[in-house]
């Protein structure tokens, strides 16, 4: 029997709760194995404070938890909505944040070219006027004028 195979019987051979050949393979190799005698001190040592401990609840135990029931049952009805405050207002600001944003994007006039604005705010000899390569000054000042 390997140290690992009786370590993982260790808890069942303390309680004596284990074949009588199986006994003896693990008495066997708790002569010869220092790792497993180790491990079965430190069993052993669980057991004794487990078993040394008081049997009844501490003292004062029960009227604590009373106390502190009826403290939170008079606290105020608010406090139960504590969680609105830190979670949900800030995701609240952000949402709100976010449609102003969108809401902002989708109102501003479309961009347009300059021949874009010109044709739909100028008349058409105009426009022709003003895409030439370099339109005259003269050119210029006449539409302005008209204007």
Partial sequence: MTDSEVKELLPAYLESDLPAEQMREVEARLAVSSACREELEYLTRIQRLIAARP????????????????????????????????????????AVLLLAVIGNLTTEAPAYTLDEYLKVHWEESDVAMLSQEEPSRDDILYILQTR
């Fill in 55 to 94: 049997e009844s609840a501490s003292p004062g135990l029960w009227q604590g938890i009373a106390r502190r029931m009826i403290v939170e049952d008079v606290a105020e009805p608010w406090i139960q909505f504590e969680w609105v405050g830190k979670r949900f207002l800030p995701v609240l600001a952000a």
